[in-house]
């Protein structure tokens, strides 16, 4: 299943880039996820949740930095994990490209999704929409981070970020924004190249 | 397929079952009608720790009130009573169409309206009947009690603003006025199957036969029952009829974009919505006329 | 006395089944038994790196929690049924302990106390995947450097096989006219309402294992149990229970769960029962019908076939349980037509999907698909009446038998033993009112409504070998027991055989009992398949019954002092002319020539021991045949289809009991009314099961089935002296090609074209607009 | 073996006898009635509500057993397959069955008898469609349905 949104950002590309790269800020930025150790050579181990309604997941594994060009400013991050209760495994593949613009930046988001188990093996098309309802999430949680401006969220002091699962309370503030409106918009478009 | 372990809390008094719910929080779910939320438990796609059945808390939540200004459908008033009820069928049709067509009456015997609208399938056909019909959603915690309009009520598959300390206590419709119109129409596969779109349409209409108000919500083509603005904006100022099927349905796919999945691409969603809202006007129509007849 | 056999008894086993008093596997008391679980692969291709069990076992309540490779002992190949040289082989282990072949494979299994533990220690259960690329249709399996769905394959060929008749490459260049279109079929499963289910005690004193199994094959069971095991095949007993829900086919398949349960009951010295829940059934049982046909036809401007070639992908799943689907295929596809020349070219191949093998219908509802689909499709290119063009090549019924120039899956030269295809169509469309039919679609389509007429014709091989057999005892309580190695699974055996040998007899079916299912029972059999039983056994039990007659008669003259011709039946009394005060009981019999006086010699002339049996070996293959047709109207705007009038002429020989017979085709139907419309078991491209729960599948229930009319023409078997031919598939088999052809007719005003099996409303509205875009979204395509 | 320390104890009628047994918190109903009152008359089919096959009669009304717990029933009179017959013989519906061939393999059947009979206690069943109907609930793979759509008929007048 792949997934591909873009946001412009007001801010340099090179600022983008750096918050981009860095796995702390994704896991920070993605829904229900959250680094729990750092492995060295851009590798962390890390778990994300996630929740719809009475549906849980939860899968821990390992999130790398397999690819990454300052020039280009591309970025690639792998994460491989696994369902607590053996219900599944999910691979995530997320190419990011941040182009400059007039003005700041354009990043796009290229994921490319596998999940196996149970909750890919329900036929109505209820995860392509949570999958792509999480990347959403995640791009709306960087604009917002790289918009406030704070460099320091991209350290890893700042890692502590409590991972908090897609849910009701964190969507209703998210869908209220007329950003995060469009961006659905975006992704509805998003062909299921599953 | 049998469900993990839980702790099963059978509450008498609503009070119990709130004082169980702030406990345990996001780590309880309600069990009403237990429909939905059954499958789940045994496919073990859902996990609980502690499941608060509500369905002991006593005769008051499960009689619909049919009162002067205001039908209220509480908690655990069954799909099927409500379905057969005659003074139901009288005043809210709309919604006794729609009950018909939801799974079997085996399934409808123990659902609930209030568990069906709390489970949020946006494929299921009451969230969107009780969109149309502008629903107040009631609140119910240990911290208060706070009403909910159908717009803001439905956020995301299975996802709803309720907190996890919070029961869907009541829903509750304004007494619709007697020009008031309405049609649900849907397309299944197969009888009993998730319908591959339906739609729930309302329309008010005065006395020179111009829609006044009109309420259309589309079920299945998205992650919530998705009300159709678009369209009734087209539809509303003029007669039923008046604008071109065509127009309507062309409105209807702009504003509808589904995802595909294995029983039907996003297209086909989108033109079925169409050929939907269309038939659900046209029943409108008849009703209508048949009402001035 | 009235002959039992064409008479329709009402079943024995109703009474039973109405009142909640039936036997499954499940209901059955097993004291101490303890509920299996497995933990079943998650991906479609992956490797084993690391198993960790601790936790799983830790869990109270947990007995035992074995991995493949802690049953390194029993992870042998599960052989393919059909086999051919060229075919290339994978193992397929009962719970491969490294690499894993489709999602829902076995990996490990948790014994413990109740099922709700055990399913809880599956959580508990830690497994390190590495995920390979995974081949998820036949089209991936043929791309030319794709992913391999073994990894240690040269390629996802299994097997690459060419039937011809004739010079069809020729035929085809020189014809007049020529079509060619591709036509899919879906993938989808067998469903019977009771999933597969296995019990087994092991017997430490006797050494034996006593296994309760679902299968419809319990003698295949139990043989390939002694391979296995590498034990006696008299230490294995395999009961397939009194009442087994369904089977359709993927019951008669031989599984991993059934070598793995009783060997862990006898490690384990506990009874152990495992029943397939519905989830595991659906990434589990195996399926069938995913079959991709490039047919090409010639014809003359009169429409006659000059030449038909075939192109058949057939996935095979992950696995080779057999090539008889494909082999069934490649002999259906000629049909009741005669086609001068023809070639069937077979390319099966491996896919990280569940392995396939005969669901009801087994290889032929697609092969008619093909063919029927091209024989409307001729009509429309002349301008000719779909019914004119089949007429006009059928098989005549004074051509019997008719060798059709090609092989049969039992190996013989495809002969078709006895039928009347003309009248048999000629019935149908009559039962149809065609013409009338015609006239009121030309009158409706003026009005702008889409009402199509669909017609499919078939030739169905059944009855197939090696053999069955039958046994048949005087009971020393006086009752006549016949034993069947068959296996039942609501066929109605209890009774039909019970009719069967009634006739043989000559004794009424009250004193008659019928056992199935039970190797201890009796020592051979094959097994329920293929619409096989009423051919093979049927025939035997009438020989071994009428073996007993001869016993039994010939015993009473003895006793009664008279010549045996003066023997009859009344009730259970053996009366010399008819009198019953001259008579014996059965009883009475028994307890000369079975029971005996300990010591004291037998009356002269009497022989001990009143058993027969019997094995029945057909010399190839029976022919039944049918043709379906319908008349539908589609909206062109939901793409719903509603089925105005459906017909059904069917052809199996003599029958035993119509009630039974009208059952089985009406039952067939459904199921292929599922194929034509409802059922798809799709997967997406990393071979993931997209649909895994009847909320996904649809199974057609009583508002989706129309009222059919069906009628029967008989044309008795030459092969058997029963004259019968199978029953049980026939219904099955033109359903999707006739709804397809019906539905194609009805939007012909459109041009839009319905390749595919099944027909779905939202593919009827993307034929319609020529959604290209969203066809090709739609996954499982 | 127990799920837990602290079982729930329930009481209550199936078919009119009454039962009082402890039972675990996650039981469902239909394992209740198979497995602690062994009535193996309900069957599992698909455990998610859609074959039907476990339908019972819960204070009056058809309800799949399978998405109910057994501590659910508690105080309430349940009515399953085995209670149909009457002093012995098959009732008028089941005898329907049995004259029509209305079942095959049987697994199902209980759950279409205990379908139909709530529904026949609403009112007549008149006609094919309505027959069509009642029966829509439950999935029989074997009998294509036609046996069954006349026995409601005939019994369902």
Redesign the interface.
Known sequence: MLIENSFDVDADPDRVFAFLQDAHNVAACFPGAELTEDLGDDSYRGKVKIK?????AAYTGVAEVVERDAVKRVAVLRAIG?DA?????A?ATAMMRVTAIPGGSSVSLSTDL?????????????M???SG?MVGELATKARELIEEGEPGVAAPAAVAVEASPL???G??RT?LSGFFKRLI?RL??T??A? | MKPGRFTYHAPRELGEALELLQEFGDDAKVLAGGQSLMPMLNFRLARVDHLIDINRLGGHLGEPRFDAGTITIPALVRQRQLERSEEAARVLPVLTEALRQVAHPQIRNRGTICGSLAHADPAAELPSVLSVLDATFTLVSARGTRTVAAADFFLFHLTTVLEPDEILLEVSVRRPPPNQFSAFQEFATRRGDFALAGVAALCEVDGDGVVTECRIAAAGVAPVPQRLHAVEGLVTGSRLGETSASEIADAARAEVEPTTDIHASATYRSRLTGVLVNRALVDIRTKQEAAHA | MTTMIGTSVPRREDERLLTGRGRYLDDLDLPDALAAAFLRSSNAHARILRIDLSAAKELPGVIAVFSGADLAEIQKPLAPKVLHPQLKDFPRLPMPPEELHYVGEPVAVVIAETRYIAEDALELIDVDYEVLPAVASTAAALEPDGPLAHSDAESNVAVLLTQSAGNTAEALRTAPNRLSEEFFVMRGGGHSMEPRAVAARYEPATGQLTIWDTTQSPHYARQQLSVIYEMAEDDIRVIAPPDVGGGFGPKAQFYGEEVVIPWVAKKLRRPVKWVEDRQENFVSAMMERSQTHRIEVGFDDDGMLLAVKDVIEHDQGAYCAGLQVPSITTATVPGPYRIPNIEIELRACYTNMVPTSSVRGAGRPQAVFAMERMMDRVAEHLGLDPAEVRFRNLIQADEFPYKVGITFRDGSPLTYDSGDFPRLLEGTLDRLGYAEARAEQAKLRAEGRYIGIGIAAYVEGCGLGPYEGAKVRLTNTGRVLVTLAAAGQGQGYETVYAQIASDGLGIAMDHIDVLTGDTSRIPFGQGTFASRITATAGPAVLDAAQQMRVRLVDTAANLLGCDPAEVGFTGDRACLNGDLEKSLSLLEIARVANIGKHGITLPVGISAGLETSSYFAPERAAYASGAHAAMVEVDPETGGIEILKYVIGHDCGNVINPKLVDGQVLGGFAHGLGNAMYEEAAYDAEGQPQATSYLDYSLVSAAEVPNVELFHIHSPSPLNPLGVKGAGEGGTIPAPATIANAVEDALRPLGARVNRAPVTPARIVEAIHGDEQALAEVRGS | MPDVDTGHRITGTVNGAAYDEVVDDRMTLADFLREKLRLTGTHLGCEHGVCGACTVIVDGAASRSCLMLAVQADGTAIETVEGLAEDGELNRLQAAFKKNHALQCGFCTSGFLMSVTAAMREGAIRDEGHAREVLSGNICRCTGYTGLVKAVLEAGE
Request: proline fraction near 2%; hydrophobic fraction near 35%.
């Open positions: 719809v309604g009475p549906v849980t696994k209760k053996g219900a599944g495994t691979k596998t999940i196996s188990g149970k909750l890919a093996q329900f036929g109505r098309g209820i392509a929409d949570v309802r849910k009701a309370t969507l209703l869908v918009g509805r478009k062909r299921q599953g």
